[in-house]
């Protein structure tokens, strides 16, 4: 049972529907919003309270893409976590180069930093109890009708990773959405990393599938978002089935990886080879690159290049 549970992003699209519905638990008692904005999260922690009758929300400030700011975080964070859901991240960052101060660019600061941070910095401070669940995406294997190729790395090894993190491996000719994908993985690799270096939690990693609804599209490139707002999602995602689904659909994921035992420590889970909604299933058994215990590592070693 998750009593108390914290959630990065949880002022907006999956990280707060997150926070509705396991609120709607009984056993929980606390949803901790860690946002970076103190409106925004004011806000939603508001309109959360509205919705469940609840007054169990808590907000804790901290930007993912700044170390300090994590770790003054964690610092008021008194009473042990129960889960943790690193959902904040997204396509974020208009250029490979755009770094944040811990050299890593906007991109992979967004999607990893942070989130390493702050789970490595509660587990010192023994305030981790049970689980973390990484929330990636089915751009790892690859999405074939938005032109992302599955992720293909030569050796997978630390300096290539480390030039995932940096941007350099993507030169000029950065695709938000390609480098994305490099970037989810290395994130997965990590937790995956994680998993077998802390057996007594569980590591659990989650797409939250293709979701209508969040702020998502509004950092992708302009065409982009042009396409898929009005024409892939509304027209040509339904027409193909478990393409696209709803926004308490995507949440729902996070929330029974972290509740339901049936999901195991060690596996990333999302939709079906080609799809993009319905059944989740492990996608090692047709992207094996992800079971390879050595590239896990990797990714860990290559993230703690940018941490002091
Ligand atoms: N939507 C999908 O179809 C889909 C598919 C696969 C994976 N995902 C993943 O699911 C997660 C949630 O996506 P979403 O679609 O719900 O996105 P979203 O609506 O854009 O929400 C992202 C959340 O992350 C927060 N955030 C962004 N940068 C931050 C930072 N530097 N520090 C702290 N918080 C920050 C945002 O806060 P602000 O409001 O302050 O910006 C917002 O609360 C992401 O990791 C995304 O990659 C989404």
Redesign the pocket.
């Known amino acids: 049972m998750n009593e108390s549970i914290l959630i990065?992003?949880?002022?907006?699209?999956?990280?707060?529907e997150t926070a509705r519905q396991l609120a709607m638990k009984r056993e929980t008692k606390r949803v901790i919003l860690?946002?970076?904005?103190q409106a925004?999260a004011e806000a939603a922690k508001k309109d959360l309270e509205v919705k469940t009758g609840k007054k169990i929300f808590e907000i804790v400030m901290?930007?993912?893409?700044d170390a300090n700011s994590v770790r003054k975080a964690v610092e008021k964070i008194k009473e042990p976590i129960d889960a943790i859901v690193l959902?904040?991240?997204?396509?974020?960052g208009k250029t490979a180069a755009k770094s944040t101060p811990s050299g890593m660019n906007q991109l992979a600061a967004?999607?990893i930093l942070?989130h390493v941070i702050l789970v490595e910095e509660l587990i010192k401070r023994d305030n981790l109890r049970k689980t973390v669940l990484s929330?990636?995406?089915?751009?790892v294997p690859g999405v074939k009708m938005l032109g992302v190729k599955p992720v293909s790395m030569k050796t997978s090894s630390v300096d290539e990773f480390v030039a995932v993190l940096d941007g350099s491996y993507f030169g000029n000719k950065f695709n938000a959405l390609q480098a994305?994908a490099y970037v989810?993985y290395a994130e997965t690799m990590w937790t995956l990393s994680m998993a077998r270096k802390y057996p007594k939690l569980k590591f659990v990693v989650v797409?939250?599938?293709?979701?209508k609804g969040?702020?998502?599209p509004?950092?992708l490139p302009p065409a982009m978002r042009f396409m898929l707002k009005f024409v892939m999602m509304p027209i040509v995602f339904p027409l193909m089935g478990e393409m696209v689904h709803t926004l308490d659909v995507?949440a729902k994921r996070f929330v029974d990886a972290i509740s339901d035992e049936q999901y195991k420590s060690g596996v990333f889970y999302a939709s079906k080879q080609g799809k993009l909604s319905g059944e989740m299933v492990d996608q090692s058994t047709f992207f094996t690159d992800l079971k390879n215990t050595s590239f896990q590592d990797n990714a860990n070693e290559a993230i703690h290049h940018f941490i002091n």
């Open positions: 990065t992003g949880a002022n907006a699209g999956l990280g707060k860690f946002c970076r904005n925004r901290g930007d993912v893409t959902n904040a991240g997204g396509v974020v967004t999607n942070g929330v990636s995406a089915e751009a994305y989810k797409s939250p599938g293709n979701t969040t702020q998502a509004d950092s995507g």
